[in-house]
């Protein structure tokens, strides 16, 4: 009986070891993953803070060219953005900035990380 009962005593440590190494790699995955979307938003919130809007006049644009993200046309009082990675790459100020706050800090036609 005395055997049985110092098994059990190590299996007990066994299993309490076990789980407290658990819950610590539960906490360092749930910290990495707090401070990467703190990271994150910390750069959304750059990059919203930087847009800068541009008149649309048809001489900078062809005429009935659409915005990529909610597939409108484009109208003379509209706010537009125009990204650095290319001069085509234009959009309404409202539909990238909601574009970057769904957290996708990308241009939506050629993935390129935005820059401004």
């Known amino acids: 009986m005395h055997i049985s009962f110092r098994v059990a005593q190590i299996f007990a440590i066994l299993y309490l070891t076990a789980g407290c190494c658990i819950v610590c790699v539960l906490f360092g995955i749930i910290y990495s ?29 062809r005429e009935g060219a ?8 484009f109208n003379e009082n509209d706010p537009i953005v ?11 100020q409202k539909c990238i900035e909601d574009w970057i706050e769904r957290g996708t800090p990308q241009c939506p036609l050629c993935k390129v990380p935005i820059d401004f």
């Not at 979307?37 to 750059?46: A, G, H, K, L, S």
């Not at 659409?66 to 046309?73: A, F, K, Q, R």
């Open 33 to 61: 993953h707090v401070t990467i979307e703190r990271n994150t938003q910390e750069r959304r919130v750059n990059i919203l803070q930087a847009v800068k809007t541009i008149p649309f006049t048809n001489l900078i644009f």
């Open 66 to 73: 659409d915005c990529v993200i909610c597939l409108s046309t």
């Open 82 to 92: 125009q990204l650095k990675c290319h001069a085509t790459h234009i959009y309404h």
